[in-house]
């Protein structure tokens, strides 16, 4: 497995990330042990999990399947780079009420405990918030985190699906209070949305953030979609199936499949691969649900794309461009 640094912190993190989103809604406690148990074998050490996995009435269930995880021993607490997320309403649904959600201060007190409960583990790596706050102030959510790593609860705070200027306001606030700010940001970033170049990743850039794509086959649309209903397989389905129906991205995707074909390569290990040779990238999210899935997503970290496989898939799914100049009309 290849390393590289949490942007500008001391953790050395995998180039790849486990997601554990697919744990305990599609994959039952007993598989998410064994892909866990298999990832770190593998040499993945940095996990992301969020309060809210697990969804609807089971809220904080993918802490929990970490947390048993855990409890296992074998080191396995201290081999894992840890990342959650606060934001959102841990409250059963219909049943929201004031202050359970969203960065104040109070919020982030009790979402940071209680996620260490779940996880059974007195400290968090990587604290993220999960989406921004537009109604609490940056001085109030500082200052709440600040405590958290005086307390030893957590280590770093980073950011996800944060746009460039609030990853900017957030850390010229930090500076301004002698804190350490964000040091990472998780953004939707593939080879078919690539809008982060314009802003975000410029941004984290600058701000030595680390970069921590999700989504990187794009809700499946870069897994070879195509060619898996063509062979009778899996078939499309959501937001996935809606995109095909539209013949400009069905042939786009078409386009992309047989580029991939010719150079014998997965769609979904090109996909990631791709992302792991632009500038500024960690390592992208992997979700898996099965052992398979994971096998295949080890798979892309040895990887290497040609220049013509490269430039192809450039020509199919170009950039926005280089920042500012994108924005030009």
Same mark, same amino acid.
Request: a negative charge.
């Given at each position: 497995?290849?390393?590289?640094?949490l942007?500008?912190?001391?953790?050395?993190?995998?180039?790849l990330?486990?997601?554990?989103?697919n744990?305990g809604p599609?994959t039952e406690?007993a598989?998410s042990h064994a892909?866990?148990?298999?990832?770190l074998?593998a040499?993945?050490n940095f996990?992301?999990?969020?309060?809210v996995?697990g969804?609807?009435?089971?809220k904080?269930?993918?802490?929990?399947?970490?947390?048993?995880w855990?409890a296992?021993?074998?080191e396995?607490r201290?081999?894992?780079?840890?990342a959650?997320k606060?934001?959102?309403?841990?409250?059963?649904?219909g049943d929201?009420?004031?202050n359970?959600?969203k960065?104040?201060?109070?919020?982030?007190?009790?979402s940071?405990?209680?996620?260490?409960?779940?996880?059974g583990?007195?400290?968090?790596?990587?604290?993220?918030?999960?989406h921004?706050d537009r109604s609490?102030?940056?001085?109030?959510?500082?200052?709440?985190?600040?405590?958290?790593?005086?307390?030893g609860?957590? *280590?770093?705070? %980073?950011?996800?699906?944060f746009p460039?200027? $609030?990853? /900017?306001?957030?850390?010229?606030? #930090?500076? =301004?209070?002698g804190?350490l700010?964000?040091v990472?940001?998780?953004?939707?970033y593939n080879l078919?949305?690539?809008?982060?170049e314009?802003?975000?990743?410029?941004?984290?850039r600058?701000?030595?953030?680390?970069?921590?794509?999700?989504?990187? *086959?794009?809700? %499946?649309?870069?897994g070879?979609?195509?060619? $898996?209903e /063509?062979?009778?397989g899996?078939r #499309?389905? =959501?937001r996935?199936?809606?995109?095909?129906t539209?013949p400009?991205?069905?042939?786009k995707?078409q386009?992309?499949?047989?580029?991939l074909?010719?150079?014998?390569?997965?769609?979904?290990?090109?996909?990631?691969a791709?992302?792991?040779?632009?500038?500024g990238?960690?390592g992208?999210?992997?979700g898996?649900?099965?052992?398979?899935q994971?096998?295949s997503a080890?798979?892309?970290?040895?990887?290497?794309?040609?220049e013509?496989?490269?430039?192809?898939?450039?020509?199919?799914?170009?950039g926005?461009?280089?920042?500012?100049e994108?924005?030009?009309?």
């Amino acid at each position: 497995m290849k390393y590289t640094q949490l942007g500008r912190t001391g953790l050395k993190v995998s180039r790849l990330v486990l997601g554990t989103m697919n744990f305990g809604p599609q994959t039952e406690e007993a598989d998410s042990h064994a892909i866990m148990d298999a990832a770190l074998d593998a040499g993945i050490n940095f996990f992301d999990t969020a309060n809210v996995y697990g969804w609807g009435e089971n809220k904080g269930r993918t802490e929990r399947i970490i947390g048993t995880w855990f409890a296992q021993g074998g080191e396995r607490r201290d081999k894992v780079v840890l990342a959650t997320k606060v934001y959102g309403n841990m409250a059963p649904d219909g049943d929201a009420w004031p202050n359970h959600d969203k960065l104040s201060a109070l919020n982030i007190r009790r979402s940071v405990d209680a996620s260490l409960k779940r996880l059974g583990t007195d400290y968090i790596d990587l604290y993220q918030f999960h989406h921004i706050d537009r109604s609490t102030p940056f001085d109030e959510i500082w200052q709440a985190m600040d405590v958290l790593v005086q307390q030893g609860k957590i *280590l770093y705070a %980073g950011s996800s699906n944060f746009p460039g200027y $609030k990853i /900017a306001q957030a850390n010229e606030t #930090a500076a =301004g209070r002698g804190s350490l700010g964000l040091v990472s940001e998780q953004c939707l970033y593939n080879l078919y949305e690539r809008r982060a170049e314009m802003e975000v990743i410029p941004a984290a850039r600058d701000y030595g953030l680390g970069v921590i794509p999700w989504s990187p *086959l794009h809700g %499946g649309l870069l897994g070879g979609v195509i060619k $898996k209903e /063509a062979e009778g397989g899996r078939r #499309a389905s =959501g937001r996935t199936a809606d995109a095909l129906t539209d013949p400009a991205v069905r042939a786009k995707i078409q386009a992309y499949e047989e580029l991939l074909e010719k150079h014998g390569l997965e769609p979904g290990e090109a996909a990631l691969a791709w992302l792991l040779t632009r500038p500024g990238i960690t390592g992208p999210i992997v979700g898996p649900r099965t052992a398979q899935q994971l096998e295949s997503a080890l798979r892309a970290v040895e990887l290497e794309l040609s220049e013509e496989v490269l430039a192809g898939l450039e020509e199919i799914f170009p950039g926005t461009g280089p920042s500012p100049e994108a924005f030009a009309w």
